[in-house]
């Protein structure tokens, strides 16, 4: 690497090659994203859940937060509905946005899906 010292406005400045820079930037992006890996490795081993990407797309593209994580916990709208104390046929008004539920009932859905409410509550 080849780095000339210059004094610019009474302040000492590096002069490099593009290529040198180049590299430079490069290898401190290599070192930010080995760091990211291994806070989110750390992230995993204390216990946080990771979503397939497949999952937040699906949820980003509109579908049902809910329905997508009842489906993700391999729960049918029975399973669900008789661990909350509902009919499958309420929850699947709620996952097609039909009825709205009250707080309890999110909360209800929530703990057992193992999820935060705000995870699984509809926009607006």
Do not use: C
């Not at 859940?49 to 699906?58: I, N």
């Not at 661990?83 to 499958?88: L, Q, S």
């Amino acid at each position: 690497m080849t780095v000339q010292i210059v004094e610019i406005a009474g302040q000492k400045m590096a002069m490099l090659p593009v290529a040198d820079y180049e590299r430079l930037i490069d290898l401190a992006e290599d070192k930010a994203d080995i760091f990211a890996a291994f806070e989110s490795e750390n992230r995993r081993k204390e216990g946080e859940e990771f979503l397939p990407a497949e999952m937040v797309d699906r949820i980003l593209s509109g579908e049902s937060a809910l329905k997508v994580w009842r489906k993700h916990r391999s729960l049918s709208l029975e399973e669900l509905g008789f661990a909350v104390g509902v009919t499958k046929g309420f929850l699947s008004q709620i996952e097609n946005g039909i009825s709205r539920g009250n707080p309890s009932l999110w909360r209800k859905l929530a703990e057992a899906l193992k999820v935060s409410a705000d995870d699984i509550l509809p926009e607006g």
